[in-house]
């Protein structure tokens, strides 16, 4: 099986790339797209869009090489039964969750403003986990999917870093997985929120994770060549 060693901080680390899977946290064309939720909050999202491209890049090595790709998108049923009443009626009635936005109802599962950017468009093969929370584990099956394929370490990629991007690395450190952030491919709508956020995941000699770039990942997978992890 392929053993990578990857340049990160605090350290560098070895992959055993068979036990590593990529998550790819709520890439949503709600978050990032011109006209979508996130704009609509006043947000700027071409500060999201940059992860786009090395996210991109990152997939293709992954899929190149059969490494395990998991999506993750943020949503509700359209009923909003599993939406938490205080989540709902949080900011404006117009931007709220279940109302109707530029891409259909806002964070609302089915709805196009929901789906997966076109770029990072998941495979049929590739297992999509919709979550009601920010973080990927609170009530979903991705933990059960992990153990099941003997997963122990995440590169974890996405949006926003401080927010679903943060959630989901605290829960998985907390159930033993490994997690490598791969920094240019995160993003937020702060800068420095964004960097905070990468701050506190590779303090204290790594509390919740590494943190690397993703030209070091990318250059650490071309050295497998073309060996299939699976
Ligand atoms: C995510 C959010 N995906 N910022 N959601 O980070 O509300």
């Known amino acids: 099986m392929p053993r990578v060693r990857i340049e990160a901080e605090p350290a560098a680390l070895v992959v055993d790339l068979a036990a590593a899977a990529l998550v790819i946290i709520d890439m949503q064309r709600d978050f990032l797209e011109p006209g979508g939720f996130g704009e609509a909050l006043g947000n700027d999202v071409t500060r999201l869009r940059?992860?786009?491209?090395?996210?991109?890049?990152?997939?293709?090595?992954?899929?190149?090489?059969?490494?395990?790709?998991?999506?993750?998108?943020?949503?509700?049923?359209?009923?909003?039964?599993?939406?938490?009443?205080?989540?709902?009626?949080?900011?404006?009635?117009?931007?709220?969750?279940?109302?109707?936005?530029?891409?259909?109802?806002?964070?609302?599962?089915?709805?196009?403003?929901?789906?997966?950017?076109?770029?990072?468009?998941?495979?049929?093969?590739?297992?999509?986990?919709?979550?009601?929370?920010?973080?990927?584990?609170?009530?979903?099956?991705?933990?059960?999917?992990?153990?099941?394929?003997?997963?122990?370490?995440?590169?974890?990629?996405?949006?926003?870093?401080?927010?679903?991007?943060?959630?989901?690395?605290?829960?998985a450190n907390d159930r033993g997985f490994r997690c490598i952030v791969l920094s240019d491919c995160c993003a937020s709508y702060f800068p420095e929120f964004h960097d905070a956020g990468l701050a506190m995941i590779k303090a204290q000699g790594g509390i919740f994770g590494s943190v690397t770039a993703s030209p070091h990942l990318l250059r650490s997978l071309a050295a497998v060549g073309n060996q299939k992890i699976a």
């Open 50 to 171: 940059r992860a786009v491209a090395p996210c991109k890049a990152v997939l293709d090595e992954a899929r190149r090489l059969g490494l395990l790709v998991i999506h993750t998108r943020e949503g509700h049923r359209p009923d909003l039964s599993d939406a938490p009443r205080h989540k709902v009626e949080r900011g404006d009635p117009a931007n709220r969750i279940g109302a109707r936005g530029p891409m259909g109802r806002i964070l609302v599962r089915g709805e196009p403003g929901h789906d997966i950017v076109p770029e990072l468009y998941p495979l049929t093969s590739e297992p999509v986990i919709d979550k009601p929370g920010k973080g990927a584990f609170y009530q979903t099956d991705l933990e059960l999917m992990l153990r099941n394929r003997g997963i122990d370490t995440l590169f974890v990629a996405g949006v926003t870093t401080e927010v679903c991007v943060n959630t989901t690395v605290r829960e």
